[in-house]
């Protein structure tokens, strides 16, 4: 037993005097800074210590709890967590924002100026990354025992600039100025192997044996983030993983040239968590991606399981103290890594191993989309990670033997169900490999899991109907309501108070004042002035002018060809060419944001297509105020916090069957954006959640997206049908808007007229009726206020904290545990 003095925690004031003293103390102790010099920056740094000091000490009492509780934990791993910027989050989750704000206006410091100063944790490429950040937030908010682990990346998602029309890209060195959310764990460092060779060991009796030899080995070293719950005392830990080399990395050398040889292998080494793939639902066949997928996923696990063991558990309990969440196939390696962990390190028998790892793992599917499903090359897997092929080639062996059984002589299936597709070179199919690991797999909103049986997993959800669950994705209201949206976050408060910030659904007490005309006018002049806001940044960052008066109409999400970006353009050059023609078009800024992949050559070209047109449109006299169309640069979760509030009509247009959830939809529905959409994804369960009055629903259903593609597509005799829209296909492939390199037109209308996969042409006259329904409305104040309104008090059900009940309930099986105020260490 140590001293009390030892076990005692600090136990900091969260007063403004108590805050005050902590960050002038912190200039000069942390930041190393005269007070009377110090610049924002520093003092910003000074900040973020002082609440990092508050966090790391209720971090600590959680822990304790924790561990004299025996609760069960959810350890989520996630190539991405699309964080944002972290110092409002945490002093807000703390409770401590406005004792803050007031302590640094006494130092003499605007806390709002600083907040703009931090960068964003851009360590995710879209909607995956998002949900990872959301479901921790949510986490520790509801007090559940479950920690992120992945990645530190050096440099995170691209910044993007347009260089004028076309995207060009630029590295994003965010820790640069050092990053003040995270403790380095120098001591917590685990071996990664690659490459080497599997030695066998037979034994006359018992199981053989396997060892793996001769490989390279990188270190992974921890980097602790913090995540504080709003509202309670919980604070849970996001886990992030950084290579380091070894310290006496391969320094057997001979002579001058070969040891600066052996200093450059070593940095080499450390590139394995250097930069972050910024691909969005799309496989990268990498072979530095598979080492980073294996690099985070090994020492999580191995991390994972040393707390199991050191907390006095044995590792048949793994189940039942552990949850594993899989985001995606990224780290589905996961499930050959556990069995080598149990089998070859921990000496279990190869069915007891088995046993515990399918009851600790589960696996989350967020696509359909064939480009997007990641298989290896076995040549790569072998070489890379040799036991964990051999590991594959077992467990597959086992499970189509299995299969075998169940269906004799059905040689087709079990071709289709190999985890090693056989078609294409020998592939190993992560996704079998997840699904085959897992006790339960998810998607993300009704009609994706619905698909996912009935296509990609057919066969599986035939052997194994138990195993499929829906969980529909949900947004955190802390970030996307509270922070983004103070305005309306104080008018819900002063019409029925504060209970929806804990308990989404009760934002239905607004419906019965959908129609109070005070609350209309209210809520129509928050949106106004959210616009305001938008408009100045607007300004700031692209130097066009918009209009509050007018819809601000937006589609915001990584550029893909079937979220269907060209179908909102070609809205908008027919609107362009009909005010030519001086025909009287209802008025709407139309605002995109989102970045294409690098390598993605159709998206960029979308996104410089945007950027000439909206260059035309938006300094023609003729058009004026009627219309407006920015490309928004860099958009990423700090200016979606911008955009989102300021929305008056969400655009979620993607052919139906390909979007799997969607969350962008949610967050826009939830700050009072009417949704324009298709029956796609989460768009479905919004729908039903808003009522058909507060949504404009239009275009093919999947069923007939299918049905269309079965009976061969025919752009062009729509086209002959569709005057209006030939005119804007026209007037693109003309040149007319050519502002860069001349026959990018002529291939985009090429591209509509021959290929156009993803059916813009044949919903676009269905899309064009369903503006032009949300003109009607929006033309009509006092209607639309009351759609909006409703539209937000329905909004309750894609709350992020329904969405990890969810989780808990149906797939992790565990319960919150709120920490409770101490003693010694229960001040607020
Ligand atoms: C990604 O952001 C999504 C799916 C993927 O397969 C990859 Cl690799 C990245 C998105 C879906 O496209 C989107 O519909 C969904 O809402 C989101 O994941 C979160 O589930």
Redesign the pocket.
Known sequence: MAAPEVTHLPNLPNDVEGLRQSIRDAVVRVVGEDPRQATERDWMEALAFAIRERMVERRLLTRRQFADEDVKRVYYLSM?YLIGRMLEANLRNMGILEPARQAMADLGVNLDTILDLEDDAAL????????AACILESLATQGYPGYGYGIRYEFGMFRQEFEPYHQVEHPDNWLRYGNPWEFPRSDRKYPIHFYGHVVEHHHPRGETRYTWENGEEVLAMAYDYPTAGYGRRNVNNLRLWAAKATRDFDLRYFNEGDYIRAVADKAESETISMVLYP?????IGKELRLKQEYFFVSASLQDILDRHLALGYNLDALPDKVAIQLN?T?PAIAVAELMRLLVDCHELSWDRAWDLARRTFAY????L?PE?LETWPVELMERVLPRHMGIIYQINHDFLEQVRHRYPGDNDRLARLSIIDEQNGRRVRMAHLAVVGSHRVNG??AL?TQLLQETLFEDFYNLWPERFVNVT?GVTPRLWMIQANPALTELLGQRIGNDWQYDLDRLRALEPYAHDADLQKAFLDVKRANKVRLANLVRERTGVELNPDVMFDVQIK?IHEYKRQLLKLLHVVDLYRRIRAGEDVAPRVVLFGGKAAPGYARAKGIIQVINEVADIVNHDPAVGDRLKCVFFPNYEVSSASIIIPAADVSEQI?TAGF?????GNMKLALNGALTIGTLD??NIEIRDAVGEESIFIFGMTADEVVEHRRNGPNPEAILAQQPNLAAAVEMIESGFFTCDDPGTHGDLGRYLRHEDPFFVIADYAAYTEACERADTLYADRTAWAEAAILNVARMGYFSIDRTVRDYANQIWDIIPEPVAPSRTNGAA
């Open positions: 991405e995710g490429n879209g909607g995956l990354g998002r949900l691909n969005d639902a799309t496989a995606d990224h989350t599917n967020h696509t989309m997007a993300v909103a994706h994705n990584r993607s979007e799997a959830s969607g969350t994804g989460a």
